[in-house]
Each structure stands twice: as C-alpha cells, then as structure tokens.
C-alpha cells in the first residue's frame, strides 16, 4: 500500500505520524467494525489528506469514504435519540449503506426511520424511498386526516397519495398493499382502504421542468485574471499577486484564503439576479433526476428571490444540509433562495486531439 503523504500544511490539529499509523493499519486490515472506519477515515479528512490520497495508502475508494463516514454520523445519531438496542446492535455490523440514506433527517427521524427499516427487512434502494416520504411528510403544516407523525403513516400517506393519482389499476393496486403494508395507525389504514371503493383518480400536476444549459462554445468558457491594481505599479506589486489555478470541468479559481469564484457566460437570468451565488454538487441530488446519468453541475441560486412560486426550484434548509426542492403549495419552510439555472459542462469528445490546435484547423 501506498504511504500517506506528509503532514500537509496547516494541520496543526492532525494527529501524530504514530497515531496516523495506528490509522492506517486499522483501515487496511479492517479492524473494528464500518463506524469504525468512517471515524477513521473521516480523522484522515480533517487531518488534510485527500480521499485519493486515503484511497491509495488503505484500499478505502472515495465513494466509499463518504458513505461511512457520513453513515458513522448518522449512527451516532441513532445513539443520541436512543434507538433501542436491537437497532444499534444490528446497523453496528451492517448497513452503513441504508443510514448513508437517512442523512437529511433529522435526529429522531433518523432513529424512528432506521427502526422500520430493519423491522421490514429494506433495503438501500427502499431506505432512499423511505427517507424522501418521511421528509416530504415532515414539512405539512398539519398532518393530513387519519395519518399520524410515525414514519409508516408518512410512507402509507405517500402511497395513498400517488395511488389517487394513478389510473393504471395495476399500479394502484400495488400501491395501495403497499400503504396497508406499511400503515401504522388504525386511521391511516382505513384512509388507505378507502382506495379499495373509491377509484375517483387526483390529477397530478405536473412538476417544472430544471432550468439545465450546457456550455456549448469556448467563447463561453472565459478566463478569470486577477487584478494587480491601476498604474502606476511597482514589480513587487505583480510579484504579490497569487498564482490563478483553474478546476474544472468549471475553471473554478481560488485565490489566498477561502473565497472561490467561478466563470458564467453574461446571460440575461444571471446579469439580472441581484444576489447570485453558485453551487457545486452532482446532478443526482436534484430532485426528478433518476433516469438520468449523474455528473458535475453547477447550480446557481439567486438569494434575493425567497417568495415561493409553484413553477420554480428552491433552497431549503434540511437537517443542517442545503436540498433543492420544488413545492406544489406553499411551503412551511424557510426559503433560501431561487434556482435560475443549472450549468453542465462543456462536453469534450476528445481533450487529447483539443490540445494541438492544428488538428482542430484540419
């Protein structure tokens, strides 16, 4: 195995060159159980070590660092809420993949979730489902009629919900075992029985499309230059200025201490948002986006705008941890601000034949 590399600067709180040892062979011979490794990987983090670098020296892949690490985080939870001992027991040796899922609940969700997850024998795929209805139940000012808070309810409400909306008979009737399956409360299954007798389908509306633009041409890409000052200037005045390194796929560029910024072509919806910021993160945690391929996006979000509109996407707070959402009525949450567009990539069929400029002019 490769070694870590050194104690990278401004570190000063890493642990020792022993005790990072004492780390290591803890992760490449799998000592303990997966909370284990997530604490142990997650020290290597804030100690200032990559995840590729964490990759290299103990077999751990990135991917896998941030399910344990953030399904350690959730296991912890589960102790604070007081999740029964069968439940600590059992997700101890297993699971990091289905807590992974419960992240953006909260402490007592997490522990109610988990406990009906493993009383049901779910799995990862089912956790995801599980997750989203206890969250979307979460935010009604009021519980709907016959359902109550336990996260049964939320997925039998979930499964009521899209049964009234379903016309396909065989759908719906999957739908609705599904709720009586997992109703808790007696009013709740009676809610969900109802939809035996009562076959009056709920249009559904239809949710907005994502505001998605793809950089297409170089002229779009352009170029940040830092700027020395107005003339006259002196060489140790150009000598002070930082060396600019780019980070694609979106040329980000970071300056001397935290701030970042990032190129945007001048398109009319962001010269015209008054207080603009940009958001790194992957197409897959955007909502109605599970039938297509995941890759990097930047999501630009116009915080001024903070007055709901049903044919918009939001940010919201949840759990400690920024979501976009799209919310059919209004919303009795805090509204963070407004999704104006979502940039992808430029896409390149070939970098290496794009270096060599007279390959591009033949």
């Not at 402490?107 to 990862?124: G, M, N, P, V």
């Not at 999957?174 to 007798?197: C, D, S």
């Not at 601000?337 to 069929?349: F, L």
Request: proline share 7%; aromatic share 8%.
């Amino acid at each position: 195995m490769t070694e870590l590399p050194p104690k990278p600067p401004n570190s000063d709180d890493a642990p020792s060159p022993e005790a990072i040892e004492t780390i290591l062979r803890s992760l490449r011979q799998k000592q303990g159980n997966w909370v284990e490794w997530g604490k142990a990987c997650q020290q290597l983090q804030k100690a200032g070590y990559a995840p590729q670098a964490i990759f290299e020296a103990t077999g751990f892949e990135p991917i896998q660092q941030n399910q344990i690490i953030v399904g350690s985080q959730v296991y912890a939870s589960l102790e604070k809420a007081g999740a029964s001992e069968a439940v600590r027991s059992h997700y101890a040796n297993r699971g990091s993949e289905i807590l992974y899922e419960l992240r953006l609940l909260t402490q007592s969700e997490r522990a109610t979730a988990a406990e009906l997850i493993l009383s049901h024998k779910l799995d990862a795929d089912d956790a995801r489902e599980v997750a989203r209805a206890i969250k979307d139940f979460s935010r009604f000012r009021t519980l709907p009629a016959g359902f109550s808070e336990h996260p049964g309810d939320a997925i039998a409400y979930q499964c009521w919900k899209l049964a009234r909306q379903n016309t396909d008979l065989q759908e719906r009737s999957r739908l609705i075992a599904k709720g009586l399956k997992f109703a808790h409360t007696e009013t709740a299954r009676q809610q969900v029985e109802q939809l035996l007798v009562d076959f009056t389908v709920v249009s559904k509306r239809p949710a907005p499309s994502l505001p998605f633009y793809r950089l297409e041409s170089e002229e779009e890409l352009p170029r940040l230059v830092p700027v020395v000052g107005e003339m006259p200037l002196t060489a140790a005045d150009i000598q002070a200025v930082p060396l600019v390194e780019e980070t694609e796929p979106f040329r980000l560029v970071k300056f001397a201490g935290e701030q970042a910024w990032v190129p945007l072509p001048g398109w009319q919806v962001v010269l015209s948002a008054e207080d603009p910021v940009a958001i790194l993160c992957n197409s897959d945690r955007l909502p109605n986006q599970a039938n297509t391929a995941p890759g990097p996006v930047l999501v630009i979000v116009d915080r001024s705008q903070r007055k709901w509109d049903s044919n918009s996407y939001f940010v919201v707070d949840s759990s400690d941890q920024i979501e976009f959402q799209w919310f059919e009525t209004e919303p009795d949450v805090r509204l963070l601000g407004r999704v104006i567009v979502i940039v992808r990539p430029k896409r390149i069929v070939d970098e290496e034949v794009t270096k060599d400029s007279w390959q591009i002019d033949e």
